[in-house]
């Protein structure tokens, strides 16, 4: 008998990788087999895993439109057999095979190219919108799975009493891999959809998701998931994936980015379809390949499409991504998606431990073209029932479009028993203190732990300790406390604050509802407003140039916080102001032809805020919301009023402020995030109480200040800003052979502010004004001339998947005194 021979009880394992002959790239979904057995099929990367106990010879490879393969296997029982098919000759498509193995490629003449520009002219004719109303039910599953744990993590001292949690392997999600369900989340809703006047609807029927506890925002995790995981349309030209933007195979611009191949007209179901391969023209670039199958009924529509993107392309921490689609033809004659699968494998290495994440959606029940009357359409888009959250198993198992896994089944209870568990929450509130700074002591927590130290010219050495209660004192009242000392100036400080939920939801969560009375003595910058982080951050402490402009603060705050709808949220408050300078600013003024010093300034004000961010997503820390930046608006607009006269307030003023923030995603050309905001001081006031425009003198770079300004340089009664970043996500450094295996990232930006100062508000126009501060007896703070500040950088992002280091350069006003004209500046950002 020819072939190989081994002893009985030997297992063969022939392991190995597929790819086209003529492109090169890793072929999906071949059947491999040996001789008269059955087989597997290659996954999205080509490769392919196969074991026998029997006597086998013969190793076979067969996919339509490829001429099939035969290889005899070799002595041993672990081999590795890489294969390359060569296309049919009737499928090349007028490609030509050259001596140097790669096709010559063309739009022109080519039958798969007029094929898919037919699919981009009927896209219309195929989306959900060509109906007049439509309707369904629909059901999504969120999952998240450890994978390739290793035994030696498992059985550790740190996790063994965890171990009935990874003691739930399963088979079922990827082939040839065995993962732990950790995290399962599902929804069940109805969906109408109307055309004129156009309108959606979403009435959650049902949802349930594991839950891991008070340490985790459970909410944000789901926001953050379904961010990653949004809803996948082929028909629209931006297929957004782990918040980036990739061009859709079938989109308006498709032809000019991939390149398509016939492999084989099929018939299923009765229906004729074409089987169209898809490829990016540059495997590096924001782009799918896969196959697709295409109706030949005059629609032109999909009737399932698979892809995935290369390990080549530029994305953090993801090993593998495969999407999956499957079209079900309407009694109307078209096809409507029944089921949508993205399943992605995340990890820090090639082959180490991870995390696969995947989003099942299925659809049933779809009508189109039937009557909904109007009350179906009122009041939020987004509807949850009452008791949604609650369902019983027995619901979830009548409702469900398909069941879960045993795996799968047992996650719910085994999370629920982690978080009982004492141990578990004794690891989880010490991994809160290392990354958020908090640590629980009772009912109350202490920290945040990156201000217990910092210094500046003015405190010198500076201690802080504080903290706040959490929901176990009450759900109803918060309190929030610190006490700081600095060792320069022997002064303590210390804030102080009562809260009292209305709607008896924490005041850290959404929808926000409270009202908050607190107190502050303290130091700060004059215009240093941070994002998500602590003005006495310790890495704050270090800063360029000269840093001596503070104040010392009295500031009591009464607020009054609503947020409901669609996340629009209004502020009320009262706020008593008394700002005394420090460092090297005094506040003078000219009386009876010398210099009157002013102790400080005291202000009374009446303040009305309206913030509306439509579909916002975010996550919520201990301290800040951490946005999860969509392709939506954000709008935020403020009036202050300044009364003279209530309690001890000094000056009458109006104050209104209006800022717009949105990005832009551009497809291939990365996305840009533009800021643009204005405001107007009615009133006669001094430049304390104007607009001190928001400057950085750290070495970092700070998205929302301008970072080669210095604290308190500009001030204004009226302005214009427009801020734009500009990320190309690697489109530029992706065509550069030394730079493209670094997957580095380009960014460009640039800040532009126009201010002016009305002559009343102006101490070198009014003498009766407070003069403006000087540095070493050099005036250091300005109105605006007749020119805008401004300053630009480009930069390189995504150094070692997390830094991003810009070179920013100024280009105004360059005559200030003790000013960077240019400067490096870097930022730590997770992303994709």
Partial sequence: MMGVQWATGQTITVSGTVKDAVTHLPLQNVSVFFTGAQGVITDSAGRYTLQSDDQVSFLEFTILGYQSAKRKLGSGTSLVINVELTPSPKNLNNVTVTTNKRAKYRNKNNPAVELIRQVIAHKDDNRMQAYETAAYEKYEKIQLSLSKISKKLTDSKLLKRYNFVFDNPDTTQMEGMTVTPVYLEETLSDFYYRKKPQQEKTIVKGKKKVDFGEFVDMVGVSSYLNRLYEDINIYDNNISVLTNQFLSPIADLAPTFYMFYIRDTVEMNGEKLVKMYFTPRNPDDLLFRGTMFITLDGNYGIQQINMFVSSRVNLNFVRQLKIGQEFEKSKQGRYALTKSDMVVDFGLSKNGGGILGERTVSYKDFKTNIALNDSVFHGPAIVLQEKAEERVDSFWVQNRHDSLTQAEAKVYANIDSLKNMKSFRRLMDWATFALAGYKQAGPFEVGPANTFYSFNPVEGFRLRLGGRTTPKLSKRYYFETYGAYGFKDEKWKYFLSASYSINNKSIYSYPLHYVRASFQRDTKIPGQELQFVQEDNFLLSFKRGNNDKWLYNDIFNFTYVREFGDHLRYTLGYKYWKQTPAGSIIYTKPVAGTDMNVPDITTSELSAEFRWA??????????????????????????????????????????????????????????????????YLFGKVPFPLMTIHRANQTFSYQLTSFNLMNFMEFVSDHYASVTLDHYFNGFIFNKVPLLKRLKLREVIAGKILYGATRDENNPDKNPDQIKFPTTNGVVSTFVFDKQPYFEASVGIANIFKLVRVDFVKRFTYLQHPDIPTWGIRTRVKFDF
């Fill in 614 to 679: 439509p579909h916002e997503q975010f996550y919520q820390g201990k301290l800040y919301r951490i946005p999860i930046i969509n392709k939506y608006p954000i709008f935020t607009l403020r009036y202050i009023a300044g009364i003279k006269g209530l309690t001890g307030g000094e000056y009458t003023y109006h104050n209104i402020n209006l800022r717009v923030e949105k990005r832009f995603y551009l497809s291939q050309f990365g996305f840009t995030d533009i800021t643009a905001e204005g405001g």
